[in-house]
């Protein structure tokens, strides 16, 4: 969800109440939307982190190595190029094609991405602070409880 707040500007599910009703949707696996112009590879890597197996989901590690690698290769097309708007001119020299796809992709979102006044409406009863998944299903005395997901 850290990277899904990145690329949007906003905190997940911020238009909606955080009660058992978004818990069970998120359990059924709802996730938010994806935003526009954000790099495929990305996209991918921010969905497996939503994998419901934990299992399948990466490491801490994982991600700090992949996403150093972008950093590193983006920051070189930028000293290297600079603010040039054709990417089809890159002079950095990338081995791997995978990590030249994701460079291209990268810089070309940062160019279409909008730095324009993200519409930041919060639900009222969007809770930004940690509560155990139990007390908040307890509060309503429903079917809810049999949903519970036991470790």
């Not at 990466?58 to 070189?76: A, G, K």
């Amino acid at each position: 969800m850290i990277m899904w707040e990145f690329t949007s500007g906003i905190p997940p599910f911020s238009k909606r109440a955080h009660d058992h009703q978004l818990i069970l949707s998120i359990c059924k696996g709802e996730r938010p939307e994806i935003i526009k112009n954000i790099p495929k590879c990305y996209i991918a890597l921010m969905e497996k982190c939503w994998n419901s197996d934990p299992i399948k989901r990466p490491t801490i590690m994982d991600l700090e190595n992949i996403i150093s690698q972008w950093l590193r290769y983006v920051n070189e097309y930028y000293i290297v190029n600079g603010e040039k708007d054709n990417c089809n001119n890159i002079r950095v020299v990338v081995d791997n094609y995978q990590l030249r796809s994701d460079m291209y992709e990268f810089v070309n979102a940062n160019k279409a991405i909008s730095q324009g006044q993200v519409n930041s409406f919060i639900h009222p009863q969007a809770c930004y602070t940690s509560r155990l998944i139990t007390e908040i299903l307890e509060q309503k005395n429903s079917e809810c409880l049999d949903c519970i997901i036991e470790n």
